[in-house]
């Protein structure tokens, strides 16, 4: 039985630089949110209130994050920021 394409594209191993990198511009609330180690359901309720720690668009019913504002939040969390 062969693979849907969109099972054959979810990866489970570590996100890096590199990969969040791939992602292009943007990238979903729930995407994010498994890069900075939180559930979907805290991250939706944080969109929802205004209290993402990133940049983030709402268009139409959909929330999207922007990557370097993720990779900007990931560093200054390295360098012992605001978590």
């Known amino acids: ?20 990198k791939a992602l292009g511009m943007t990238c979903g609330v729930e995407t994010a949110a498994e890069i900075i180690g939180i559930g979907r359901t805290l991250a939706y309720r944080m969109a929802r209130e205004n209290e993402w720690p990133t940049p983030i668009r709402k268009i139409g019913g959909r929330y999207l994050i922007t990557v370097q504002g993720l990779l900007d939040y990931l560093d200054e969390t390295e360098r012992g920021g605001q978590a």
Do not use: N
């Open 1 to 20: 039985m062969a693979l849907s394409t969109t099972k054959a594209r979810r990866y489970s191993g570590p996100w890096t630089r590199e990969r969040i």
